[in-house]
Structures are given as C-alpha cells and as structure tokens.
C-alpha cells in the first residue's frame, strides 16, 4: 500500500518550488532545467514525480539518497546591445551590483530565509535598499511595493518569492533589468507585465510563487523618472 497520497497538494508543489528557487540563487541549478523542473512540478497529477525531483535535486528528505553535486553557475542569457550604449550603470567587477546607477554597496549573500509577511497591511520598499539573492513574502490582504531602481542587487540573479491572497504587488525595475515572471497565477489574479531588452551585466530578477485572486503590476521606470501616489493606484 502506498503511503504517500497520489495527487500533490498546492503547498506540496509550492514548497519544492521554493526549495528548487533557491539552487537558482545559489547557482546551482541551471535556469532552462529550473524551468523545465517547474512545468513538471505544476502539470504532474502523481505526487511520485515530486519525490523523484526531490531526491535528484535537493537528497531524499530520509537520507537515503545523498544530495548531487551542485552544477557549475550557468552563464547570464545573452542579451541584444541597447541601440545607444548603456551608460555604465552595471558594475559586475564590485561587491553588489548596482540596479539603477549608484554606486554599490557592501552587502552579507546570505538569503533571507524567513519571509516577511503583512496581513491587511503593506510592505514597502525603496530607495538604496539590498535586494537579496532570495527573498520571500506572504501577504494575506496586504500591498507590497518593491520600487529596485535605485537598489543594489546581491547576486547577478536575485529570485522573489511571494505567496499572497486577495494582495497586490507593485514591482519597479529601471531599464535594462529583465523580470522573468514564473509566479502561477490563480483566482481570477490580474497580471500586468512591463519588461526591456536585458541590458549585459544587468542583474536578472526572477519572480515566483502563487497569486490568488490578487494583482501584480511590473513597470520599467529610470531611477530619475518619478512614480508617486497616483501611479501606484493607477499603474501610471
């Protein structure tokens, strides 16, 4: 008799994909497999597969199956040159890697492992503020507003991972920087996505996680270019 049900849960696939999120931030996991993983993960029926990629990936959870080891980091994707020259605002060469143009700073890698969370409240975030290589958020009723122009990211990709019900997000990223949206999306959520052309040695910010009857705005905005009030109720 098999112990283990047939059919994951959302969270069972939710959590593996966490877990699979972090290889990613760690460089251990080449994008294009992650990618491949997840359609795995979000179109299996047999909770079986899951074990499988678990055990190939992160080690059996019982020991039985020691973990591989870590891949070499994959190479950014190669991106098309800007028609005039970027103005030297990415620095690849010093410790943090600048988003918008300032100058780095110094920073910790660590991960932020525990999420931040907000129930019928908000998150917001701007200014010159570390973007971690992994972060996560959980929000029940509540706005999130990550404005990363003028930020400073951890690793040359940083991975969001944000869980929220009936909540709204507002991402900001300055020209150049590409957001790759992997977030599933559930309930009558509402999507709206604003990307450019990847600039080279520009960070990558990869978003995932679930939405539930919620909304997520993604703008592209220069660091000088204002976004107040008005534009964060009406995506302006």
Do not use: C
Not at 99 to 125: A, C, F, R, W
Not at 150 to 170: D, E, H, W
Not at 208 to 236: C, D
């Amino acid at each position: 008799m098999n112990a283990f049900p047939q059919k994951p849960s959302d969270s069972d696939r939710e959590f593996l994909q966490a877990e699979l999120t972090r290889l990613v931030g760690q460089g251990r996991l080449d994008l294009d497999k992650y990618q491949e993983i997840l359609d795995i993960v979000w179109s299996t029926d047999d909770n079986a597969d899951l074990m499988r990629i678990r055990a190939q990936f992160l080690g059996d959870p019982r020991g039985n199956i020691p973990a591989p080891q870590p891949p070499a980091a994959p190479p950014l994707p190669p991106a098309q040159p800007p028609t005039q020259p970027p103005a030297a605002q990415f620095h690849t060469g010093t410790p943090g890697i600048p988003m918008g143009g300032h100058l780095p700073q110094p920073y910790n890698s660590t991960p932020q492992d525990v999420p931040e969370q907000s129930t019928m409240g908000s998150i917001k975030k701007t200014g010159e503020w570390l973007v971690p290589a992994y972060s996560s958020y959980k929000l029940n009723g509540a706005d999130l507003h990550l404005d990363l122009r003028k930020a400073t990211a951890a690793a040359p990709v940083v991975t969001i991972n944000v869980t929220m019900n009936m909540s709204s997000m507002v991402l900001i990223v300055p020209p150049g920087v590409h957001v790759d949206v992997q977030m599933a999306s559930k309930n009558w959520s509402d999507f709206k996505v604003e990307n450019t052309a990847p600039l080279p040695g520009a960070p990558r910010v990869i978003l995932n996680g679930v939405s539930r009857a919620s909304t997520l705005k993604v703008f592209s905005k220069s660091p000088n270019e204002p976004y107040g009030f008005w534009g964060q109720i009406f995506g302006a």
